[in-house]
């Protein structure tokens, strides 16, 4: 992600600090790090998302949609693995904080359904900033 154009938006969500893109070597410190929370949703080599744990500072968490970020108990780093499943109870929760203002999605597109093989091509080379609402007829 290309963090400067995506930070007023990062941070009206309520991040403190929006980085990006890491170079992983450089370490945390390079970065003003570690933090008490890394979100991550950047797919990455497993070494890599290993050494995003460095980025956690003690007692921490970090979450990832793009996967597991190894957790650190000797400094009590957690870690959380997001994914979302295809389960009716799920959505119908996610649905009602929605609607009671509590969880936003960022709605970037919203394309037919005709152009859903043009979606995947776009999502798979990181063109989409955000959610695409796919209409059908």
């Known amino acids: 992600m290309d963090a400067p154009q995506h930070a007023a938006r990062l941070e009206g969500y309520g991040a ?5 893109p890491l170079s992983l070597a450089a370490g945390p410190a390079a970065v003003g790090g ?5 979100v991550n949703h950047v797919r990455v080599s ?4 290993a050494q995003l744990t460095n980025y956690v500072a003690d007692g921490g ?3 990832s949609t793009a996967g597991p970020i190894p957790e650190d108990p000797a400094r009590g780093v957690r870690s959380a693995s997001l ?19 509590k ?10 359904v005709s152009e859903l093989a043009a979606v995947h091509e776009d ?4 063109r989409l ?6 209409l059908a007829p």
């Open 123 to 126: 999502a798979g080379a990181g």
């Open 129 to 134: 900033p955000g959610k695409t609402v796919v």
């Open 83 to 101: 994914w979302v499943r295809s389960d009716g109870a799920q959505l119908t929760e996610l649905v009602a904080k929605v609607d009671a203002g």
């Open 34 to 38: 570690p933090f008490q929370a890394v």
């Open 16 to 20: 403190d600090r929006v980085v990006g």
């Open 46 to 49: 497993p070494e890599e998302l």
């Open 61 to 63: 968490v970090a979450a």
């Open 103 to 112: 969880l936003r999605v960022h709605v970037a597109a919203h394309r037919p």
